[in-house]
């Protein structure tokens, strides 16, 4: 079965760093991109980024960008998430995505993790 | 803010078509292909419709996407009631330079 799984819940205080994982079985994880999507409490999704697993490739929404860092190790069909130093405004549930190109030349996202809450609070 | 613009609400009984309209621009829409996405209530999002119109295996016909100019729809017929979740159209914006979600639409079957 194809699939991402992401870490579980974490709760942490303002200004702790973070790292959240996606790991991704049942395909080649390298030839796949991976995108990491916010959603705020009560809110819509937001593109955060998107990396390329078999070379590191990497590209992120200008409203993340020096925000967030996105990595990926392909030895073991991991992507990740990561803070330097946690707000209280990003707390939220952040999914990760694999994006597929159709036949039709295009390209979507067609399997999603489950979530990740990350809660901020002091 | 989203640049791409769906009403934030649509509702229908069983039975009945429900259309979600997106509007976007010449950036995203215009040029790019859509993708609609369905969240049920408390889960992850799931892919609908890609590429403007075209249903990944095991998405029920019911289900169907269009596009003209700078603006893209959804289609619901046959309304049911595990139908309720919200929808969310996207695109790749060039001018951006990101790939944009919809502002969301909230579907209740009344």
């Known amino acids: 079965e194809v699939q991402l799984v992401q870490s579980g819940a974490e709760v942490k205080k303002p200004g702790e760093s973070l790292k959240i994982s996606c790991k991704g079985s049942?395909?080649?994880?390298?030839?796949?991109?991976i995108a990491w999507v916010r959603q705020m409490p009560g809110k819509g999704l937001e593109w955060m980024g998107i990396?390329?697993?078999?070379?590191?490739?990497?590209r992120y929404s200008p409203s993340f960008q020096g925000q967030v860092t996105i990595s990926a190790d392909e030895s073991i069909s991991t992507a990740y998430l990561q803070w330097n130093s946690l707000k209280a405004s990003d707390t939220a549930i952040y999914y990760c995505?694999?994006?597929?190109?159709?036949?039709?030349?295009?390209?979507?996202?067609?399997?999603w993790g489950q979530g990740t809450m990350v809660t901020v609070s002091s | 803010q989203s640049v791409l613009t769906q009403p934030p609400s649509a509702s229908g009984t069983p039975g009945q078509r429900v259309t979600i309209s997106c509007s976007g621009s010449?950036?995203?829409?215009?040029?790019?292909?859509v993708n609609w996405y369905q969240q049920l209530p408390g889960t992850a999002p799931k892919l609908l419709i890609y590429?403007?119109?075209q249903r990944p295996s095991g998405v029920p016909d019911r289900f169907s996407g269009s596009k003209s100019g700078t603006s893209a729809s959804l289609a619901i017929s046959g309304l049911q009631s595990e139908d309720e979740a919200d929808f969310y159209c996207?695109?790749?914006?060039?001018?951006?330079?990101?790939?944009?979600f919809g502002t969301g639409t909230k579907v209740t079957v009344l």
């Open positions: 995505a694999r994006q597929a190109r159709y036949s039709t030349g295009w390209d979507a996202f067609d399997i």
């Open positions: 049942g395909y080649s994880f390298n030839i796949h991109w």
């Open positions: 990396i390329y697993p078999g070379d590191s490739d990497t």
């Open positions: 010449s950036s995203n829409i215009g040029s790019e292909a």
């Open positions: 590429t403007d119109n």
């Open positions: 996207a695109a790749w914006d060039d001018s951006l330079n990101a790939y944009v």
